[in-house]
C-alpha cells in the first residue's frame, strides 16, 4: 500500500490480465460481528485486511471475544448468551459497517460503553437508529451534536427492560446500515417471542439488506421479510456458529476492473477472481449496467472476463438504488461515453464517507465534463474531444472509493495524467488497490516518468534516490548495486574480475534472479544486503563496470524496472545511455572531502575503523579512475541538474529533487470545491 501524500498515475493504454479481489467490507464486518454473537467458534476466510476490519476486530477483542488472525483467516470465539466486557471505549475510525451493527447490539446486550470515530464518522448520521432503540428502552445519549457520534450506551444495570409488543419502526430512506444493524442484533432478545421490524418510507439499498438476510441465515436466524417493509424475527432466535464460513470478494471492489475492461481491455480481457455472477452482493448488478454502456462480460461461479464492447461506451440514464457504492465507478465511465449519463436515486451518497455527489461533481469538473448535481442524481457529460481533457489533482476526501474511481481517469485519450491526492485512503477496503491496478494495465514505455540521478562515489545518490522513490511512489534501480551483485556472483562463480573473464560474467548475467525489497536486495533467493555493501564490493563494482560486455548485458535488465506507476533510477549512465529520454536527470555531487567525511562517520556508526586520509585519496582515486574510463565515463548528462550537496542534508536534497519534479507536472492544485 502507498503511504504518500500523492500518487501521479501516468497515461495508461489498454488493460489485460487477471486480479484476485480482497475480501468484501460489508461480508466481513457483518460476519465478525455475527461470529462474536454467536455460540461456538467461528472460522473466516478470505476475510478482508483493511482499516474497517480492523477497527472492528479491535472491538471485538475489547468485548471479550477470543480473536486470532492469520493471514486472511480469523478464528473467532462468540460470547454465547455472555454478556460483553464493561465499561469499553470504542474507537471505530470511519467504519459505519462497525458503527452502526455494534451500536445495536450493545445497547440492547447492556453495559457501559463509548462509541467514537474520526471527525467524518462524527458527521456521519446516526439519529434514526438511535430513534428505533430508544422505542425499546433503550439508554443512548450523544456525546456531541445530536443525532451524530460518538454516543454513550448506558445500561450500567444490564439488559435493559425493552418493549418488543409492538413494531420497531426505523427509516428506510437515509442509509440501509440501520436497518442491518436491527436485524443483527434484535436476535439477542427474540427468545420468547418474535420482533417486528417496520420500515418507515422506502428502503433504499436493498441489495445490502439482502446480504444481511443471507449471512443471518448462515448463523441459524432466519428472517421473514414482506415486501422490503416489514421484517420478523423468529420466536426461539439464537445464533449459533457454522464453524466456516468463506468471505466472498467484494463485488464494489470489483467495478474499478470491469470499468477498466470496458474501457480499455484488449482480448482476453481482465479476469476478476474472487466474486462471480451468482454473487450474494447487489453490487454484482453493476455488471447489468457495464453491459449496458457496451462491455462485453462473461462469468461464472467465481469469476468474471472484461473485454471493451461498443467505444465510446454508450451514456445511459439509470436508477441506481441497487447498486449505491459501485454506480460511483459509472461517473467516471460516463467520461468515455458517447453523451450525457445520468444517474438517479444515489442519495444516500450524500452521508457516506464524504458527500459523493459533491466529492464525484467536483472532481469530474476538473477533469473538464460538465457536471450537473441534485440531492438524489448527478448528471455527466464528457470533454467533447481530447484537447478539452486536463490533468487534474484528484481531492479524494478520505475516501477509499473516490480515489479508486479516478484512477480510471489514466485512460483519458489526450494522453494526460493524473494525480490521486492521499493514495493510502484505499486502506479502507482494498490496502493493495493501485498495485492491483498496475500488474492489469498497460502503457508505453515511454509514457512511465524516470528520473535519473547520478555522480560520483559518496556524493548520497543512492540515499537521495531511495528517499525519492519511497516519497513518490515509485519502484527503484540500484545500478551500483547490480554491478557489486554481478561481482559478488562472479566472484562466487570462480570468475576473475577482469577483461579475460568478460564474456564469461556477461553469460553469468543473464542468469540472475535479482530484486530489491525496500531496503535488502536478494539474489537467487539470497539476501544479500549486507554481502554488497561492503567497501571490497565497491572496489569490484568498479571494476566489473569497466567491462563493455557486462555492461550490455545489464542494459536489458535495468530496463524491466521501468514500471507503474515510475522509476526513480540511480546510477552512473541512467541518463546517458540507460534512459536517455528521462524527463528529469540530477547530477548529485559534493567535495570529496565531504564525501570522505561521510564515509568516515558511516564507517564508524557501523563499529568499522576508518582513516580519513585514506578514505580521501580513495575517493579522488575512484574519481579519476571513473571519469577517465572509456565506456560511460563519469560526468553529467547534458541536460542534467546539478546539485551540490556538500552543503546540505539527504533530506534537504530530496526536496529540491522533488521541488525540481513538481515543475515539470501539469497538474493544476487541487481544491476541494
Not at 91 to 111: E, I, K
Not at 142 to 157: E, S, V
Amino acid at each position: 500500500m502507498f503511504a504518500i501524500p500523492f500518487l501521479d498515475l501516468p497515461s495508461l493504454g489498454s488493460a489485460v490480465g487477471s486480479v484476485r479481489l480482497p475480501g468484501s467490507k460489508s461480508i466481513s464486518n457483518r460476519v465478525l460481528l455475527l461470529a462474536a454473537l454467536s455460540q461456538g467458534t467461528t472460522l473466516v476466510q478470505d476475510l478482508l485486511a483493511s482499516d474497517d476490519t480492523r477497527v472492528m476486530l479491535d472491538a471485538l477483542r475489547q468485548l471479550g471475544c477470543g480473536v486470532e488472525e492469520d493471514g486472511t483467516q480469523a478464528r473467532i470465539v462468540g460470547l454465547g448468551g455472555c454478556l460483553p466486557q464493561s465499561p469499553a471505549r470504542l474507537f471505530l475510525g470511519n467504519a459505519g459497517t462497525a458503527m452502526r451493527p455494534l451500536t445495536a447490539a450493545l445497547a440492547l446486550l447492556g453495559g457501559e460503553y463509548e462509541l467514537g470515530g474520526i471527525a467524518r464518522m462524527h458527521e456521519r448520521p446516526i439519529g434514526d437508529l438511535v430513534d428505533a432503540l430508544r422505542q425499546l428502552g433503550c439508554h443512548i445519549d450523544y456525546l456531541g451534536q445530536d443525532g451524530y457520534p460518538p454516543l454513550r450506551i448506558a445500561q450500567a444495570d444490564g439488559v435493559p427492560a425493552l418493549s418488543l409488543a409492538g413494531p420497531i419502526r426505523v427509516r428506510g430512506d437515509v442509509s440501509s446500515q440501520f436497518l442491518t444493524a436491527l436485524l443483527m442484533a434484535l436476535p439477542l432478545v427474540a427468545t420468547a417471542q418474535e420482533v417486528v421490524i417496520e420500515v418507515v418510507g422506502e428502503l433504499i439499498s436493498k441489495p445490502y439488506i439482502h446480504i444481511t438476510l443471507e449471512l443471518l441465515a448462515r448463523f441459524g436466524i432466519a428472517v421473514r421479510h414482506e415486501h422490503w417493509q416489514r421484517f420478523i424475527i423468529p420466536a426461539g432466535s439464537r445464533y449459533q456458529s457454522p464453524g466456516t464460513i468463506h468471505v466472498e470478494a467484494d463485488a464494489s471492489s470489483a467495478s474499478y476492473f470491469i470499468a477498466a475492461g470496458a474501457i480499455a481491455g484488449v482480448a482476453p480481457g481482465v479476469k476478476v477472481l474472487g466474486v462471480g455472477l451468482d454473487s450474494i452482493q447487489g453490487d454484482i448488478r453493476f455488471v447489468e449496467a457495464a453491459r449496458l454502456m457496451g462491455a462485453q462480460i462473461s462469468g461464472g461461479p467465481n469469476w468474471l472476463q472484461i473485454e471493451r464492447g461498443s467505444w465510446p461506451l454508450k451514456a445511459i440514464d439509470l436508477d441506481c438504488n441497487h447498486i449505491p457504492d459501485a454506480a460511483m465507478t459509472l461517473a467516471v465511465m460516463a467520461l468515455y461515453a458517447d453523451g450525457t449519463t445520468t444517474l438517479r436515486n444515489i442519495a444516500s451518497w450524500r452521508v457516506k464517507e464524504t458527500d459523493r455527489i459533491a466529492a464525484m461533481a467536483t472532481e469530474l469538473r476538473k477533469l473538464g465534463a460538465t457536471v450537473e448535481e441534485g440531492m438524489d442524481f448527478i448528471r455527466v457529460t464528457p470533454p467533447s474531444a481530447p484537447a478539452d481533457w486536463r490533468a487534474a489533482t484528484i481531492h479524494t476526501y478520505d475516501d477509499h472509493r473516490v480515489a479508486m474511481c479516478f484512477s480510471l481517469a489514466a485512460f483519458n485519450p489526450a494522453g494526460l495524467p493524473v494525480r490521486i491526492e492521499d493514495p493510502k485512503c484505499v486502506a479502507k477496503t482494498f490496502p493493495d488497490y493501485f498495485e492491483a491496478l498496475f500488474s492489469v494495465v498497460q502503457t508505453a514505455p515511454h509514457t512511465i516518468p524516470v528520473i535519473c540521478l547520478d555522480g560520483p562515489t559518496a556524493s548520497g545518490k543512492g540515499t537521495v534516490a531511495a528517499a525519492l522513490a519511497q516519497t513518490l511512489g515509485y519502484a527503484f534501480l540500484d545500478s551500483g548495486a547490480l554491478y557489486r551483485i554481478t561481482a559478488l556472483a562472479a566472484i562466487r562463480a570462480g570468475l576473475a574480475l577482469e577483461a579475460s573473464a568478460e564474456a564469461e560474467i556477461a553469460a553469468l548475467v543473464r542468469h540472475l534472479d535479482i530484486r530489491f525489497e525496500a531496503e535488502q536486495v536478494w539474489l537467487n533467493g539470497e539476501n544479500i544486503t549486507t554481502a554488497i555493501r561492503t567497501e571490497e564490493a565497491g572496489m569490484n563494482a568498479s571494476r566489473v563496470s569497466g567491462l563493455p560486455a557486462v555492461r550490455t548485458a545489464l542494459v536489458a535488465l535495468q530496463h524491466s524496472f521501468r514500471c507503474l506507476p515510475g522509476l526513480v533510477a540511480d546510477g552512473r549512465d541512467m541518463g546517458t545511455i540507460i534512459f536517455p529520454q528521462a524527463p528529469l536527470k540530477i547530477f548529485l555531487t559534493a567535495s570529496a572531502e565531504a564525501r570522505a567525511q561521510r564515509r568516515y562517520q558511516q564507517l564508524i556508526a557501523k563499529g568499522d575503523s576508518a582513516n580519513m586520509s585514506a578514505l580521501l585519496a580513495d575517493l579522488q582515486e575512484r574519481d579519476a579512475r571513473d571519469m577517465s574510463r572509456s565506456v560511460a565515463p563519469l560526468r553529467p548528462a547534458q541536460d542534467a541538474l546539478l546539485l551540490d550537496s556538500t552543503h546540505c542534508t539527504a533530506h534537504e536534497a530530496v526536496q529540491q529533487v522533488l521541488a525540481w519534479w513538481q515543475q515539470r507536472q501539469p497538474f493544476v492544485p487541487s481544491t476541494q470545491g
